[in-house]
């Protein structure tokens, strides 16, 4: 079970696909699955305080998906109510004999804070020659992509490899 692009929306209206891939015990997709549809269920949604929020963070598009070439998916969508906290979505497949359910989890961030860090070199090569230089800028990111600007956020640079770092903090 996995969601793409990302396991983070924001609060409004925000949204991601969540996938479920049908596997067997060795790992392998199983293409041609023949057991129950996909069965796509909220179970659980907490503030980030750890307050219970039923039914007040988002919806599925849908709630049982027949798989096609082993995956079946659905898409989350946050409320208009601008909570933020963590949603648990769980699938669910029974087998055609009826014998065997499989369930898996994912968790969905909902939060205006940053989720991502983009790192923007300028100039983006240089020379080796040991006298080279590129400024290397961190801008903070939200789940839409735009610049977190509110709060201090620390961002620690590491070099692996040839090179040193000149230290600055605007």
Do not use: M
């Not at 996909?38 to 599925?60: A, H, K, M, N, R």
Request: charged share 15%; proline share 4%.
């Amino acid at each position: 079970l996995y969601a793409d692009p990302y396991n983070v929306v924001l609060p409004v209206t925000s949204s991601t696909t969540i996938i479920a891939v049908i596997k067997d015990k060795h790992g392998n997709t199983i293409f041609d699955w023949d057991g129950s549809d996909v069965t796509f269920t909220i179970i659980s949604e907490v503030s980030p305080e750890g307050d219970s929020l039923v039914g007040q963070l988002g919806t599925l598009s849908d709630y049982a998906v027949t798989p096609v070439k082993g995956k079946a998916s659905v898409v989350f969508t946050s409320s208009v109510a601008e909570l933020e906290g963590t949603v648990t979505v769980e699938a669910s497949v029974t087998t055609s004999d009826g014998l065997n359910t499989f369930t898996d989890t994912i968790d969905i961030d909902i939060t205006w804070g940053a989720v991502k860090i983009e790192l923007i070199p300028n100039p983006s090569s240089i020379y080796a020659d040991g006298i080279s230089q590129s400024t290397i800028t961190a801008t903070i990111q939200n789940a839409a992509g735009g610049t977190v600007e509110d709060g201090t956020h620390d961002v620690t640079f590491i070099v692996a490899g040839e090179g040193t770092l000149i230290g600055s903090n605007p």
